[in-house]
């Protein structure tokens, strides 16, 4: 990858990406930026927006747009975003969508690719409830198809694995309702733009990536 490219990984809450967005920016070379991420970092630091934004989260509602666009507009500054981004979980709403095609325009750019992972609802929730993070080094498993090697324990750091809060049960149902009523429409606005790639997230994780890494080679957009 010799210039700069940007990309956006979006789909339902569990359709896996974060676990490809990790995989497929080191293969590209391009930064791994997940919003969740962002926002729980914010939270934990108990800045201005993440006591705005934690009860929005804690209900599995989105952040409100005016917040979460200024702080991933800020985000994108970062110097280290010089060659380029994928972006995980930003934008989530039309209006969202919209914030970060001026922010590109006015840097004579515009998305490079927009992968799109579809899930069914029934993988959404098996795959989140299922789900164990590392409240340390931040690793992610799931203790039905990717448990770490001792029962509860990090592979990385030996530290207790935890669910995230929003992963409980209740939770999860409120987030898949939300995104089919803020994020959904999301893929009516990108599917005519150019470098839009839609895969079939319910296949294994490796299947996945190949399928997105072939889809992008072709493309010919970020080399
Ligand atoms: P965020 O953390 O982004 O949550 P999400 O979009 O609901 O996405 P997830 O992280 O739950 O799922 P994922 O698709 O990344 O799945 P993963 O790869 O981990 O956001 C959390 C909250 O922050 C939001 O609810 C909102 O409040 C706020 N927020 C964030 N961005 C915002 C925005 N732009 N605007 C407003 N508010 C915002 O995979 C899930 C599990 O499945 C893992 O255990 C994994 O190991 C497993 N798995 C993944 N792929 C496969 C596979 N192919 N086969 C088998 N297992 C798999």
Known sequence: MSRFCSLIIMGPPGAGKGTQARVISERLGVLHIDCGQVVRKEVASQTEFGLKAKEYMLAGR?????????????????????????????????????????YLSAKDAKLDYIIFLG?????????????????????VFNILTAPPKVEGVCDNCGREIEQRPDDKPETVIARLKVYELETAPLRNYYKDSEGYLEFDGDKPGEAVTEDVIDAINAGGRCK
Do not use: H, W, Y
């Open 62 to 102: 989105l952040v409100p747009d005016e917040l979460i666009i200024g702080i991933m507009l800020k985000r994108l500054k970062v110097a280290d975003c010089a060659n380029g981004f994928l972006l995980d979980g930003f934008p989530r709403t039309v209006e969202q969508a919209k914030g970060l095609d001026n």
């Open 119 to 139: 899930i069914t609802e029934r993988t959404a929730i098996q795959r989140l409830t299922s789900r164990r993070f590392c409240p340390s080094c931040g690793r």
